[in-house]
T-cell receptor
Framework: DAGVIQSPRHEVTEMGQEVTLRCKPI?????LFWYRQTMMRGLELLIY????????DSGMPEDRFSAKMPNASFSTLKIQPSEPRDSAVYFC????????????FGPGTRLTVL | SQQGEEDPQALSIQEGENATMNCSYK?????LQWYRQNSGRGLVHLIL?????REKHSGRLRVTLDTSKKSSSLLITASRAADTASYFC??????????FGTGTRLKVLA
């Protein structure tokens, strides 16, 4: 199994630009999570999908952030417009079935907003 | 916040020694997990311990849970240089939501 796939692995952009991060969960997993990791705030849950439906987006910092999961094999996290304080590593994780507690993390996307 | 707090924040030991990391949390949990993160990588699940368990083993890992003190510890025995990583505890905050702690950075010197 290829594991959770994220792209791009690194993204450098300028303030004000739109950024789209992509995630392909492990096949057969029905839960997907987006996290943000920074030195100051640690690992924060941004949004959680179950069966492609957003269940909890209370961690999304503000309206500039949006996430979609159009099908079971693909999700995007979009930031528009981006700001320097959005610089972080963004992780996607998937989980096999509802009730299973183990999350499988992707390698992350390191975002730098200049 | 139910965020777990790991202690110590950083730990440096010699290869072959044991490493102990602690996690404290604030509210009742159903289970607690430990994850490892190598530099530049995603988190990898190590072990899960349920609230009705007091101790669990997996290879060189030993996890304890004290629900009365709201704390857990992760012991890595006979550490190796490859164990160098950050270690996080994660506590459940609902049926799907886990809150990750701040992490312990472990460095094992060869």
């Amino acid at each position: 199994d290829a594991g959770v796939i994220q792209s791009p692995r690194h993204e450098v952009t300028e303030m004000g630009q739109e950024v789209t991060l992509r995630c392909k969960p492990i096949s057969g997993h029905n839960s997907l999570f987006w996290y943000r990791q920074t030195m100051m705030r640690g690992l924060e849950l941004l949004i959680y999908f179950n069966n492609n439906v957003p269940i909890d987006d209370s961690g999304m910092p503000e309206d500039r952030f949006s996430a979609k999961m159009p099908n079971a094999s693909f999700s995007t996290l979009k930031i528009q417009p981006s700001e320097p304080r959005d610089s972080a590593v963004y992780f996607c994780a998937s989980r096999p079935v509802t009730g299973s507690d183990t999350q499988y993390f992707g390698p992350g996307t390191r975002l730098t907003v200049l | 916040s139910q965020q777990g707090e790991e202690d110590p924040q950083a730990l440096s030991i010699q290869e072959g020694e044991n490493a102990t990391m602690n996690c404290s949390y604030k509210t009742s949990i159903n289970n607690l997990q430990w994850y490892r993160q190598n530099s530049g990588r995603g988190l990898v699940h190590l072990i899960l311990i349920r609230s009705n368990e007091r101790e669990k083993h997996s290879g060189r890992l030993r996890v304890t849970l004290d629900t009365s003190k709201k704390s857990s510890s992760l012991l890595i025995t006979a550490s190796r240089a490859a164990d160098t990583a950050s270690y996080f505890c994660a506590t459940d905050a609902g049926t799907y939501k886990y809150i990750f702690g701040t992490g312990t950075r472990l460095k094992v010197l060869a």
